[in-house]
């Protein structure tokens, strides 16, 4: 059933539309890297971390105004689509600039981490994604911007706890 509504919404959009989206992303991931950028360079990194992270996020809105727009739901779907019409020369070149894009974003995320942790090189230290947590791990409450141990958390009452990557 989900896989016939999900080739209904495929029939449904055109190449040029998916071309379209995915040219959108790119230049909404360029223009904000240069405006990041911009804002480190005219200030401090942990300045632009404390006070204009939000920027970033213009990225999670575009790909969520085109995924709405396309009528799809993941980057999954998209991905299929794309593979599906590969042999399209626009669609080819749609796909190299996303991906060439998506690597300078998550190249500027891994500067800021670095930038963040300095010259002492704790990164060992953080968790990757697939390790296991011990109530004992530290982290920042986002609300509080105070450093609490897991366990602090649970209070008897249900929690939801999501852990945040590169400001997104």
């Known amino acids: 059933m989900a896989q016939t509504r999900f080739v209904r919404r495929h029939l449904n959009m055109e190449v040029k539309d998916v071309c379209s989206s995915l040219s959108n992303i790119v230049s909404t991931i360029e223009n904000t890297l240069v405006e990041a950028t911009g804002y480190i360079q005219s200030g401090s990194l942990e300045d632009f971390v404390s006070n204009k992270v939000g920027c970033l996020f213009k990225v999670i809105r575009c790909y969520s105004d085109e995924f709405k727009r396309l009528s799809i739901f993941t980057k999954r779907e998209l991905d299929d689509f794309c593979q599906g019409h590969f042999r399209e ?73 999501i852990l945040l990557r590169h400001f997104a």
């Not at 796909?95 to 300078?104: G, M, S």
């Not at 500067?111 to 942790?117: A, E």
């Not at 296991?132 to 929690?159: H, M, S, Y």
């Open 89 to 161: 020369s626009g669609v080819q070149q749609a796909v190299a600039d996303l991906d060439e894009a998506e690597i300078k974003w998550e190249e500027f995320l891994q500067d800021v981490d670095k930038g963040l942790l300095g010259s002492n090189d704790t990164s060992a230290a953080l968790p990757r994604a697939g390790d296991l947590l011990t109530l004992n791990t530290v982290l920042t409450d986002a609300r509080t911007q105070q450093e609490v141990e897991i366990k602090t958390l649970f209070r008897g009452d249900p929690v939801l706890l």
